[in-house]
């Protein structure tokens, strides 16, 4: 998994808008807990999502301080490179979350 600055990390399809969302690894910008979210339907989950939804929250449930996108050193000190699936690109991609109340663009942990 090398994921560059301009790539994000994907860890599957978002259920709740199958075939054109996706499950991208993000942290929280206080703590740089890892959880995952959709830039297209602005869900979020602390696991990833996988078949059935039991529950829809925004990404200020997991990170009320705001959030960005998760760096290949978060996922990995957090334990779960297993869930990574595939890296998209930045631009025009899945990791384009401007607008989505609480996300902080290029933003470090704190």
Do not use: N, Q, Y
Not at 74 to 92: I, K, M, N, Q, S
């Amino acid at each position: 998994m090398d994921a560059s600055s301009d790539e994000v990390l994907v860890a599957g399809e978002c259920p709740v808008c199958p075939g054109v969302g996706a499950a991208v690894m993000v942290a929280s910008v206080e703590s740089a807990e890892i959880f995952f979210a959709c830039p297209d339907c602005g869900c979020a989950w602390r696991t990833p999502p996988s078949g059935a939804v039991d529950s829809v929250d925004p990404p200020s449930r997991f990170a009320p301080a705001g959030f960005r996108l998760a760096h290949r050193k978060d996922v990995e000190t957090a334990g779960l490179l297993p869930l990574f699936v595939r890296t998209e690109p930045l631009a025009g991609g899945s990791g384009d979350f401007e607008g989505i109340d609480g996300f902080v663009a290029g933003a470090e942990a704190g």
